[in-house]
T-cell receptor
Framework: DAKTTQPPSMDCAEGRAANLPCNHS???????VYWYRQIHSQGPQYIIH???NNETNEMASLIITEDRKSSTLILPHATLRDTAVYYC??????????FGQGTTLQVKP | ETGVTQTPRHLVMGMTNKKSLKCEQH?????MYWYKQSAKKPLELMFV???????ENNSVPSRFSPECPNSSHLFLHLHTLQPEDSALYLC?????????????????FGEGSRLTVL
């Protein structure tokens, strides 16, 4: 069963913020929100994760709604190298990492 | 460079061949994974090893045989494969610290082995 819903594709202009949404309305209290991305023909790369507080690292920011039913990954200044498939995954810390279809982000010059 | 190395990067084999994929991690991790990514499909988890013991087998056909001789190495032995087994096979590793929030849940992936079965 799909636990997250993401738009299949999005475009973003280079240098602008990319905001990638994810719905996870059935998230459990012990499940975290993880984001990975996969650049074409490479292995997936971890981006960020969070439980209920907003998180920021050198790659991105993660905004989780107060009811935890949705979240947004923000790439503050998208570059062409950010073109990739972005996966939103919910799981407990020790749960399996199960990938869905993700969102294909195309950053355009 | 993620610290997870997969070889070979590309492999072409006939249906009667026997070959192996190798994965090596230099991160001091104790859990290793095999994923399969077919064209236009999401990644599928195949096998999980924790501390060299297999803890997950997601109904993978027996023509795929994993081996984990130690926490740093993982193999996927292939025999009598079918053309539909052609895919990108990805290895990943993580540091498992037992149940609880000490785990970050972060997996490190290799670049993958692109397999073509003729």
């Amino acid at each position: 069963d799909a636990k997250t819903t993401q738009p299949p594709s999005m475009d973003c202009a280079e240098g602008r913020a990319a905001n990638l949404p994810c719905n996870h309305s059935t998230i459990s209290g012990n499940e975290y929100v993880y984001w990975y991305r996969q650049i074409h023909s490479q292995g997936p790369q971890y981006i960020i994760h969070g439980l209920k507080n907003n998180e920021t690292n050198e790659m991105a920011s993660l905004i989780i709604t107060e009811d935890r039913k949705s979240s947004t990954l923000i790439l503050p200044h998208a570059t062409l190298r950010d073109t990739a498939v972005y996966y939103c995954i919910v799981k407990p810390y020790t749960g399996k990492l199960i990938f869905g279809q993700g969102t294909t982000l195309q950053v355009k010059p | 460079e993620t610290g997870v190395t997969q070889t070979p990067r590309h492999l072409v084999m006939g249906m009667t061949n026997k070959k192996s994929l190798k994965c090596e991690q230099h991160l001091g991790h104790n859990a290793m994974y095999w994923y399969k990514q077919s064209a236009k499909k999401p990644l599928e988890l195949m096998f999980v090893y924790n501390f060299k013991e297999q803890t997950e087998n997601n109904s993978v056909p027996s023509r795929f045989s994993p081996e984990c001789p130690n926490s740093s190495h993982l193999f996927l032995h292939l025999h009598t494969l079918q053309p539909e087994d052609s895919a990108l096979y990805l290895c990943a590793s993580s540091l498992y610290k037992g149940a609880g929030p000490a785990n970050t849940g972060e997996l490190f992936f290799g670049e993958g082995s692109r397999l073509t079965v003729l």
